[in-house]
């Protein structure tokens, strides 16, 4: 068993079935799909089961797991060996994670996420099996979902949207009044297929497709001495352009079932004819038709839709493309959100406020100054391939970092350096505090993988790596901690720390990319929502947080003014949940435009 990386999946054992939820579900179809032999695979038994928060109130609605209606499955189809865990038998890290999760089997190393778990045994099983078939599922470049989806609408899609109305359909939910209440996802994904896909390399695919598909000698010739921008448009065939990917299987899952629990009630080929066209494709596939077994209990089970005739209520979708870089879709233009008519309106509603975001001049704790020269090179961030040009302002920046750190921790405590990089933060904290654990929490390997280097140089022992975004590590932490985390992501590291009641060290970055996703709404705090500021007035204030450029800019101080507003958003929110919180600005101040620290201690 472990001369292979494992893949831990949720589920349990009933009379000779196994019962797993959707997550579960799609990954071992996609395993199925690959015949795995790359990764061994353990379900892990637990009652109490992984579930992600999907609102600022922790309620899991969106990620329901209830094990009455979890998805049957027949052991005896699946064609790789499995094996079964309780939870207390498998390592930590898994117990860290919201499975999915692959555990290394040579390092104290786990990726934890549907897709990114699901990108991994591909790796692995191209790597051990260099002409797989399944290579191409991770499309060009090796990069199919491998953007998170708390940045990326296709991930998002992709692996919690569709997943989600894929429990909805199953758990009946969409059936309401008796009335049926088609999913709009299914909706999405048609209107998506409207749009043009994305092509990399796209003048050479468009003259190859018109090499092998135009007949006519001097039609052929025209066509390809035009400019890519002359050529006519190519077609969807596949999710995510002309080639079958990773997305394809994964998405195959859920509506192969949404196709077989709704067919007798709605159209489908009348409702989504492009949906339709791309589901018959993928049921031509030699690999899903011997796949689909894995599905037959789930499809012949009593499907509720069947009963009676059902009035079919329709949404409302946007037509927009699902994927982020679409030119097409609808985006605020950001110029619009750095207007000085509508800043000084913002500023104004705040300033008539009893809001108060002054900067706190006393930090927790004696300053410290690192003698840097003075240990390992593997320490200093320039291992972590710093640019010369940013070295010192970047080991001013750790110097207050570690110095709020120190002021905070007790021995023994477990330290998650989120947005980790590579490394810098929780590497010098491993080696100033052997006796804390460091979990190093980030989703890029590349990034992982240079910090894991320096970690072995110096040989430290109280390291770990957990490769996953955000909203898939669970873990027991007493210290969260955070280096310039961008936008959205210092807000999620704040919610990681509030759900364990842990002391937190963050330093914002990046206010313009603030927005609300399938996690987080702003304004933050109750405060900010009462004035009221509106999300409009929030993203205005974001936006205008980033032009922070130098101390002769003229726009620098106004900038650094909202940035302050934002932070102190923050930190109210942290105080109605108990906290004794500060604000501090980093020293000296030059160390980096986004020059403050978030500081919070749960008051006993």
Known sequence: MMDQDILYLLGRKEEGNLLVPAETLVALFTLQYCQNSAVDVVIVLKKELHVSPTTDDCKPESRDNSEEKWFPVDVDCIVFPIS????????????????????????????????????????KTVKKYPTHYCKKLLGFRGGCMQACAEVSVWTKFCEIEVVNTLKEVHYDKVIRDGKLYLPKDILRFENHFQFPPILHNGLKIKQQYIRDTVKDRTERQRLLSLKLSELPEMEHEYA????????????????????SKMKNQVCFDDMCPLV????????????????????????????????????????????????????????????????????????????????????DNHPLGDSITLPWSEY?????????????????????QLD????????????????????????????????????????????????????????????????????????????????????????????????KCFEQKAKFVCC????????????????????????????EDYLILGHTSDQTHDENNPKTEQGQLCMRFIDNDRLLLAQSLGYSTKLVLMQPKSCSPKNHLLLGVIEN
């Open 376 to 396: 390992p090179g593997a320490l200093s961030p320039q291992e972590g391939q710093l640019p010369q040009s940013r070295l010192e302002r970047k080991c001013q």
């Open 240 to 259: 995510e352009g002309l080639n079958m990917t990773m997305a394809d299987v994964m998405l195959f899952t859920c509506f192969h079932i949404f196709v």
């Open 508 to 535: 914002p970055c990046c206010y313009g990319g603030v927005r609300p996703n399938h996690i987080l709404e702003y304004p933050r705090s109750k405060t900010y929502k009462d004035i009221p500021l509106t999300l």
């Open 84 to 123: 079964f865990k309780e939870l207390s038998e498998c390592p930590s890290m898994v117990s860290n994670c919201v499975l999915p999760v692959i555990v290394m089997s040579s390092d104290a190393w786990c990726v934890a996420g549907l897709c990114s778990s699901l990108r991994v045994m591909l790796i």
């Open 400 to 495: 207050n970092i570690v110095s709020a750190v120190m002021s905070m921790v007790n021995e023994g405590d477990v330290i998650v350096d989120f947005c980790a990089g590579g490394g810098h933060v929780g590497i010098i904290l491993a080696y100033l505090l052997p006796s804390c654990k460091i979990l190093l929490v980030e989703n890029k390997d590349h990034s992982l993988k240079r910090a894991k280097q320096r970690v072995d140089t110096l040989k430290l022992k109280n390291v770990e790596y957990l490769q996953c975004n955000l909203d898939y590590f669970q873990g027991t932490f007493d210290l969260g901690v955070c280096l310039h985390a961008c936008g959205v992501a210092t807000d999620l590291v704040m919610q």
């Open 276 to 359: 339709m066209k791309w589901y018959r494709l993928l049921c031509e596939n030699e690999y899903i038709k011997h796949s689909l077994s894995l599905l037959q209990k789930t499809t012949e089970i009593h499907n509720p839709f069947q009963d009676n005739i059902l009035e079919v209520i329709v949404p409302e979708v946007q037509r927009e493309s699902l994927y982020n870089s679409d030119p097409e879709r609808y985006k605020p233009r950001w110029r619009a959100f750095t207007h000085q008519d509508d800043i000084d309106k913002v500023l104004e509603i705040l300033g008539c406020s009893s809001i108060d975001p002054s900067y």
